[in-house]
């Protein structure tokens, strides 16, 4: 059904190292930078005041990612610089349960939900004490005694490298504290909602979440982020997972934002042996989104699964790049990622695999596919395997392609009429990712949506 | 029911069939035979209004309409059901759900009312009965990781359920083994009636021991080259198709 990948053609070089960027981005990061250090608080730990100096520093440092970064090739970020970006206030009336209940999937469980970044407890559904699972807002971790925070949080995910993971360390307001003891399993998933109602354009929620599954302990989370207003709202989000050994995590983010939002997402997870995480991401919304998702197999018999699923439409631009590092012997992971981009969106994958020397026994797949229904959409699709070990199973493959014409001509020659065949396809092309999620009403729910979205006119 | 009238059709410039006649009765069974490449499954694909395949001249009225002016989906829902050679792998999408909203498309243009899910099931439970089809096939993607049987059968089933007035088999019997042949060629026998007609292509005899026709076609370079009883297929059977291709090439139109 689908062409042969041709390969991306070659862009201008990437920046070396130490030529800072132009004079106006440099003092427009500056001021930004001021701005939200004016908006911080001091009431955090001592430790955590140091690792937000680095921060603060090292984001000044870098400055704002451009188009002749490599990691930044084909994601132009320049228009969310041209924000009047400052932390997002509270505002507007509270929300009442039933505001948030169409966002909810329907789905029984424990919820933390955060407004524009800041915490609501008065939304939330908290589990009863005392069957191993913590769940809070970070903020309230911090503000008592906390050795598990202290030893992970900003451990994980690498601000030296992107700046706004540098950005969110400086400066995050609050985020979700999950945890769950060893050899636990949560009876009810795990709902982090984020929404962004600010109707001031460059508002920044800045959340920071922090997942820890203990030894064999068993976890499901969905992260879902959506939008009451339609400003060009920015969101900045950072999720660190650590998994203990036989640790067993399912991380479903959903991004339904409004089509002028921006979101940025990182998340980083660190896997020990015999552990496994499952990782979704499906993004539907907002003018441009940048997902970096990446995970650290970090002992034997670590598996990772990551699945993604991204729609653009219009004029929107959806990045997901990901990372699987292969740091240690008999890892397994597969990566299975669709796109379908009609009007005029630009769609990016970047599947980065790195299998180290002492990885031997690698298992790795990664497939990109990606369905263009218009002439104008586009999608750069890239792998990126870079591998050190001798003895290794790596396969990729990245396809874009049309409708196959045949599937559509067998459909039609049993009654179903053109556009409804095309319906049904383009919509079993999304349902293959969807159909792996583990959390049955978030997958009802997300069927729903594609009908909806692929629906006749 | 059908009446082909001088037929030309081809591909990318390339003449296939050539001025092709067939007339088919309501009732009747007719088995198109002829060697590879003779332009078989070409008629299959145009009369079930493949767009790859030109149609450059002639005429083919289905129950009095014009075949060719219609769309594929209208075709079937006009009662015209063709049984693929190589029926396609569709991932992601349910085969009951695709069958079901295929029937009520058929029904609907009919007139019919259509089905509720459970008035649907009961339907489906009575058809794979006749095909001996594993009911748990159907809850998987159409076609997807089917055994080359088992895809067989399928188009059989689906054909079960839609009731169509004409139903053109295409090479159903090739990939089967005699025991799946009995089961296929049984089922197409069950759903014979005297409104409905059948057209079976093939390259061999051996379904038409199961499948008895009434009439036999054989079509060479294009064009039917000799039509006769259900010995016709025994006696291509015992002398190949070779002896034909002087009738062929002498008479332009038999």
Redesign the interface.
């Known amino acids: 059904m689908i062409d042969t990948l041709n390969q991306p053609k070659a862009g201008p070089a990437p920046e070396r190292a130490g030529v800072a960027p132009a004079d106006s981005d440099q003092q427009r990061v500056q001021i930004v930078l001021d701005s939200f250090a004016r908006a911080d608080s001091s009431a955090f730990p001592p430790w955590l005041r140091t690792l937000r100096g680095a921060a603060r520093a090292r984001a000044g440092r870098m400055g704002f990612p451009t188009t002749r970064q490599e990691e930044w090739r084909f994601t132009n970020m320049a228009p969310v610089l041209q924000l009047p970006l400052h932390p997002a206030e509270k505002t507007g009336p509270a929300l009442t349960r039933q505001d948030i209940a169409r966002f909810a999937f329907g789905l029984d469980a424990h919820r933390l939900v955060f407004v524009d970044g800041h915490f609501c407890a008065d939304l939330c559904s908290l589990p009863e004490e005392g069957n191993g699972l913590q769940l809070g807002n970070l903020l309230g971790q911090l503000a008592g005694d906390c050795p598990d925070v202290e030893q992970n949080l900003a451990r994980h995910a690498p601000s030296d490298a992107n700046f706004f993971t540098a950005l969110n360390t400086a400066f995050f307001r609050d985020g979700a504290f999950v945890s769950i003891a060893a050899g636990k399993t949560a009876a009810k998933p795990v709902h982090l909602l984020f929404i962004g109602a600010s109707e001031q354009a460059g508002a920044t929620a800045l959340s920071r979440n922090l997942i820890l599954a203990q030894r064999g302990a068993r976890l499901k989370v969905i992260e879902s982020h959506v939008s009451l207003s339609d400003a060009a709202r920015v969101t900045n989000t950072v999720t660190e997972l650590v998994l203990g050994p036989g640790a067993d995590v399912e991380h479903c983010k959903v991004q339904q934002e409004s089509g002028r939002a921006f979101h940025i997402a990182a998340i980083q997870a660190v896997q020990a042996a015999d552990s496994r995480w499952i990782s979704h991401s499906i993004a539907t919304g907002s003018r441009l989104a940048r997902n970096q998702i990446q995970t650290l197999l970090n002992a034997g018999g670590a598996a990772a699964i990551l699945n993604g699923l991204y729609l653009g439409d219009a004029e929107q631009l959806i990045d997901h790049h990901t990372v699987v590092d292969h740091a240690r012997a008999h890892c397994e992971s597969h990566e299975f990622y669709h796109g379908i981009l009609a009007g005029r969106a630009h769609g990016v994958f970047n599947g980065k695999i790195f299998v180290r020397q002492d990885a031997q026994k690698t298992n790795a797949k990664q497939t990109n596919r990606n369905l263009l229904l218009s002439d104008n959409a586009v999608i750069d699709t890239k792998p990126q395997l870079e591998i050190f070990a001798d003895d290794v199973k790596c396969t990729h493959g990245a396809a874009i392609g049309q409708l196959?014409?045949?599937?559509v001509?067998?459909?039609?020659?049993?009654?179903?009429?053109?556009e409804?065949?095309r319906r049904?396809?383009i919509?079993?092309?999304?349902?293959?990712v969807i159909?792996r999620i583990g959390i049955e009403p978030v997958r009802a729910g997300l069927e729903q949506m594609l009908a909806e979205r692929f629906a006749p006119a | 029911m059908l009446e082909i009238r001088d037929l030309c059709a081809g591909v990318e410039g390339n003449p296939i069939l050539q001025n092709l006649n067939l007339r088919v009765k309501a009732g009747e069974v007719h088995a198109i035979m002829g060697p590879n490449g003779s332009g078989k499954s070409t008629l299959a694909q145009v009369l079930?209004?493949?767009?790859?395949y030109e149609v450059t001249g002639g005429s083919v009225l289905f129950n009095g309409a014009d075949l060719l002016a219609m769309?594929?989906?209208d075709?079937?829902?006009a009662g015209l059901?063709?049984a693929?050679q190589y029926?396609?792998e569709?991932?992601?999408?349910n085969s009951t759900s695709?069958?079901k909203?295929?029937?009520n498309?058929?029904r609907k243009?009919r007139g019919q009312e259509e089905l509720d899910a459970v008035e649907f099931l009961a339907l489906v439970k009575e058809k794979t009965k006749l095909l001996d089809l594993d009911p748990a096939l159907l809850s998987r993607?159409?076609n997807e990781g089917f055994s080359g049987g088992e895809k067989k059968r399928n188009e059989i089933f689906?054909m079960a359920v839609?009731e169509p007035r004409l139903a053109i088999l295409d090479e159903t019997d090739s990939g089967l083994d005699i025991d799946a042949l009995k089961i296929v060629a049984g089922g197409v026998n069950k759903l014979r009636r005297p409104d409905n007609a059948t057209l079976v292509i093939t390259h061999y005899q051996r379904l038409l021991n199961y499948i008895v026709p009434d009439i036999v076609h054989v079509l060479m370079e294009g064009r039917i080259v000799k039509t006769g009883g259900k010995e016709l297929a025994l006696e291509l059977e015992e002398r190949g198709y070779d002896w034909l291709l002087e009738t062929a090439a002498s008479n332009g139109k038999p």
């Open positions: 196959s014409d045949e599937a001509f067998y459909l039609r020659s049993r009654g179903i009429g053109a409804q065949a049904i396809l919509q079993a092309f999304a349902s293959d159909e | 079930a209004g493949r767009s790859d769309k594929p989906e075709r079937a829902r059901f063709l693929f029926p396609v569709i991932p992601g999408v695709f069958l909203a295929a029937l498309e058929c243009a993607s159409v689906q839609l």
